[in-house]
């Protein structure tokens, strides 16, 4: 069974920084593409960014543009930096896989085959 693991998710004040971080925890994320997704109670999954596998082209969705940034860490790791954060900021994130397929939409985003489940990600004063 191939998982994702999400971790980094907290509560900060409006200008705070968190850094996500997506572990494949039985399998190597670096030939796949790997996307951010945010979701808020009652709206349906947005997506973020994503990263292809090679070479690691990055890929934003407009709001997270200029203060998100999606890495690769080692081979079973991506990162989501995020500064500069807003209450609309606020949701679950969720890390996916799946296939480098060249598809890299964000909006609406392509499908992904496996997921995470998810860090609560908190913007509040």
């Known amino acids: 069974q191939l998982q994702l693991v999400e971790s980094g998710g907290g509560s900060v004040q409006p200008g705070g920084s968190l850094r996500l971080s997506c572990v494949g925890s039985?399998?190597?994320?670096?030939?796949?593409?790997v996307a951010w997704f945010r979701q808020v109670p009652g709206k349906e999954r947005v997506g973020v960014s994503c990263i292809a596998a090679s070479p690691p082209a990055t890929f934003y969705n407009g709001f997270a543009r200029g203060r998100f940034t999606i890495s690769r860490g080692d081979d079973k790791t991506v990162y989501l930096q995020m500064n500069d954060l807003k209450p609309e900021d606020t949701g679950v994130y969720y890390c996916a896989a799946g296939g480098d397929t060249g598809d890299y939409r964000l909006d609406p985003p392509r499908d992904y085959d496996y997921w995470g489940q998810g860090t609560q990600v908190t913007v509040s004063s």
């Open positions: 039985d399998f190597t994320l670096q030939y796949y593409t």
